[in-house]
């Protein structure tokens, strides 16, 4: 009886792991304003970043998420985003409010998404001339350069080889590999890899 209490003391109690638990899934609040989200300057917001680099930290302790960052915690639960009338705004009319703002919203969303859910930390790359940049599983930006560059495209639409030319060489001049992202009417998305070869 005594040996049974001994091994029993040191773990946590039922309350305390579902108190924990439900600590651990309280969703971060954030704001929606001027097309952009800022999150409230909070230890669950700072993990975001920390974590898995969603956003960008500010020196206030809030994070500022990208319209698409924002998207994806809101549809995983993760983020509540109010707008400037402390409305909340649901995943529907934000979505709807996004693609107004950004052009190719919902193609680059559906890559986005299946990229984060498939484990990898993706990051804007604009400043290379990308959609996204993409880092191996278990880098973050700032420990080793992203590995690839992605281009999200809809299964429907169309490039011409001048584009495509263009799109290789922002790959190959920022020593990433160029991924195409083809977003079906299902919104399945399949990866093609695309590489110089020299004849």
Same mark, same amino acid.
């Given at each position: 009886?005594?040996?049974?209490? +001994?091994? #029993? #003391?040191?773990?946590?109690?039922? +309350?305390?792991?579902?108190?924990?638990?439900? +600590?651990?899934? #309280?969703? =971060?609040?954030?704001?929606?304003?001027?097309?952009?989200?800022?999150?409230?300057?909070?230890?669950?917001?700072?993990?975001? *970043?920390?974590?898995?680099?969603?956003?960008? /930290?500010?020196?206030?302790?809030?994070?500022?998420?990208?319209?698409?960052?924002? /998207? *994806? /915690?809101?549809?995983?639960?993760?983020? =509540?985003?109010?707008?400037?009338?402390?409305? !909340?705004?649901?995943? +529907?009319?934000? %979505?709807?409010?996004?693609?107004?703002?950004?052009?190719?919203?919902?193609?680059? *969303?559906? =890559?986005?998404?299946?990229?984060?859910?498939?484990?990898?930390? @993706?990051?804007? &790359?604009?400043?290379?001339?990308?959609?996204?940049? @993409?880092?191996?599983?278990? =880098?973050?930006?700032?420990?080793?350069?992203?590995?690839?560059?992605?281009?999200?495209?809809? !299964?429907?639409?169309?490039?011409?080889? *001048? !584009?495509?030319?263009?799109?290789?060489?922002?790959?190959?001049?920022?020593?990433?590999? %160029?991924?195409?992202? @083809?977003?079906? &009417?299902?919104?399945?998305?399949?990866?093609? #890899?695309?590489?110089?070869?020299?004849?």
């Amino acid at each position: 009886m005594s040996k049974k209490k +001994e091994t #029993e #003391e040191p773990l946590p109690k039922k +309350e305390e792991k579902e108190a924990q638990a439900r +600590e651990h899934k #309280e969703p =971060v609040k954030a704001t929606f304003s001027n097309e952009r989200v800022l999150t409230e300057s909070s230890d669950n917001a700072r993990e975001f *970043y920390n974590q898995s680099r969603y956003g960008n /930290l500010l020196d206030d302790g809030r994070v500022q998420l990208s319209l698409i960052e924002a /998207l *994806y /915690l809101i549809e995983k639960k993760r983020l =509540v985003a109010y707008d400037s009338r402390n409305k !909340e705004i649901y995943f +529907e009319p934000f %979505l709807k409010k996004s693609q107004k703002v950004e052009p190719n919203f919902w193609v680059r *969303y559906c =890559v986005y998404k299946d990229i984060r859910n498939r484990g990898y930390i @993706i990051k804007t &790359a604009l400043k290379f001339g990308a959609d996204f940049r @993409i880092y191996d599983r278990g =880098v973050k930006p700032g420990e080793d350069h992203a590995r690839w560059v992605v281009f999200p495209v809809h !299964e429907g639409s169309s490039l011409t080889w *001048y !584009e495509f030319s263009a799109k290789n060489r922002v790959a190959h001049s920022t020593k990433k590999k %160029l991924l195409l992202g @083809i977003v079906d &009417a299902e919104t399945d998305v399949t990866y093609y #890899e695309v590489r110089w070869l020299r004849p």
